[in-house]
């Protein structure tokens, strides 16, 4: 008799600046998932928040504004907190779902908000259900840039150095913050909200005038802000795989089309390079595959991430960036790419994280929960 298929419920877009990437990391993930091995629910998260069972990446993406509750051939569901109901509940009707069984695992592939920053996670570990990549702990800190550094800084990972500012701090007392940052940072500084991703509401600053202007903006998406000292870099990036015992990719480098890698250069111009291996100092891929293990551990990170560093023109110093605990999914997307190079292809670093998935769930349920 075949072995009974995985059911595996792929959820994608959701409330975050982050929808449309999500959608194009979906549509490979779904494309390449083994359907003699799996059984693929999919599930759209509408830009709105509502949770839509069968609907596809495409399809979400076509309709988004109008795919609605009302909408009779999608179900709008909900998963519960409550782990005796691993199964995704329909929100209207009395009819019970034809095909609402349990759920073996959920894949998430959302970036940014409400997907890769631990809120997910704990819905997820409320309900009980195994789910790819990091927990509710490692996916906050994964998001948190000023969290992540200073992990990085206790492991004496080299970082550029940076100031973190309060929203109203800011607004208190923005001359005082600027004399702070001009003195200790000088020019140029990147100025970014310290929880968000792809680059939005990131700017680069070289003069007074543009460095308010910036802390403005990056105070308009988050109520922390951080201000780092710009470099003259190559990007370097690593893909950790794993959970207690994870291993490193090759190494990849970006070679961003504008003059910094902001979101119109990593998603819209598409003249942004990726070159694999990257063409540097063998000694510096290994310090760097080294520096992104260490980095995915003291996070607790599990499942993937990438690890991204800078790598100083003038000088050769490394410096860690910062993870990214979803990264972009698609085929041409670095984080796949780097373990096709390594010599894992997409389908099986599919078969993998689902894999990691279950194995991290079965070691959570030998935790006693009693005394
Ligand atoms: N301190 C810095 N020095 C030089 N370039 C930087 C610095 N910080 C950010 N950048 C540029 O901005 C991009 C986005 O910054 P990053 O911190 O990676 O934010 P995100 O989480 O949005 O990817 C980087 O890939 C790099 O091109
Ligand atoms: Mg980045």
């Keep these: 008799m075949a072995e009974k298929k995985i059911r595996i419920g792929l959820v994608f877009g959701g409330r975050s600046g982050e929808h449309d990437v999500s959608l194009a990391s979906a549509r490979s993930v779904m494309a390449n998932?083994?359907?003699?091995?799996?059984?693929?629910?999919?599930?759209?998260?509408?830009?709105?928040?509502?949770?839509?069972?069968g609907t596809e990446p495409a399809r979400l993406q076509a309709t988004n504004e109008s795919v609605s509750q009302e909408d009779a051939t999608t179900t709008a569901v909900t998963l519960t907190g409550d782990p005796s109901l691993r199964r995704l509940i329909p929100l209207q009707g009395s009819e019970p779902l034809q095909d609402n069984g349990a759920l073996d695992v959920i894949f998430?592939?959302?970036h940014g908000t409400y997907g890769e920053d631990g809120t997910l996670q704990g819905l997820l570990e409320m309900a009980n259900v195994p789910y790819v990549g990091c927990g509710v702990l490692g996916a906050a800190?994964?998001?948190?840039?000023?969290k992540m550094k200073m992990i990085f800084k206790m492991l004496n990972l080299p970082g550029v150095d940076y100031l973190v500012y309060r929203r109203n701090e800011w607004e208190r007392s923005p001359e005082t913050i600027l004399d702070a940052i001009e003195q200790r940072l000088g020019y140029p500084t990147f100025v970014k909200p310290v929880n968000l991703g792809s680059s939005v509401g990131i700017n680069k600053a070289h003069n007074r005038v543009e460095l308010a202007?910036?802390?403005?903006?990056?105070?308009?998406?988050?109520?922390?802000?951080?201000?780092?000292?710009?470099?003259?870099?190559?990007?370097?990036?690593?893909?950790?795989?794993?959970?207690?015992?994870?291993?490193?990719?090759?190494?990849g480098e970006i070679q961003a089309s504008n003059e910094f890698y902001d979101y119109n250069a990593k998603y819209l111009d598409n003249k942004s390079q990726c070159?694999?291996?990257?063409?540097?100092?063998?000694?510096?891929?290994?310090?760097?595959?080294?520096?992104?293990?260490?980095?995915?551990?003291?996070l607790d990170l599990s499942g993937l991430a990438r690890v991204d560093f800078f790598l100083e023109k003038e000088t050769g110093q490394v410096y860690i960036n910062e993870v990214n605990t979803l990264p972009g999914f698609t085929e041409i997307s670095m984080y796949p790419k780097l373990w096709?190079?390594?010599?894992?292809p997409y389908a099986e670093l599919l078969d993998r994280l689902i894999e990691l998935a279950l194995e991290r769930h079965a070691d959570r349920q030998r935790n006693r929960t009693s005394r």
Excluded at 226 to 246: F, Q, Y
Excluded at 340 to 344: I, P, T, Y
Aim: hydrophobic letters at 45%.
């Design 141 to 146: 800190l994964g998001m948190d840039k000023e």
């Design 108 to 110: 998430p592939v959302l």
């Design 33 to 53: 998932l083994d359907t003699n091995k799996y059984d693929v629910v999919p599930i759209g998260i509408t830009r709105a928040g509502t949770w839509l069972l």
């Design 275 to 298: 070159i694999i291996p990257a063409d540097i100092p063998q000694a510096t891929a290994e310090e760097i595959r080294r520096q992104a293990v260490q980095a995915f551990l003291a």
């Design 340 to 344: 096709e190079a390594s010599g894992l």
């Design 213 to 251: 202007h910036a802390i403005q903006v990056a105070a308009e998406y988050d109520r922390k802000i951080i201000i780092e000292h710009g470099i003259n870099c190559r990007e370097i990036e690593c893909a950790v795989l794993g959970n207690d015992e994870p291993l490193a990719s090759v190494v």
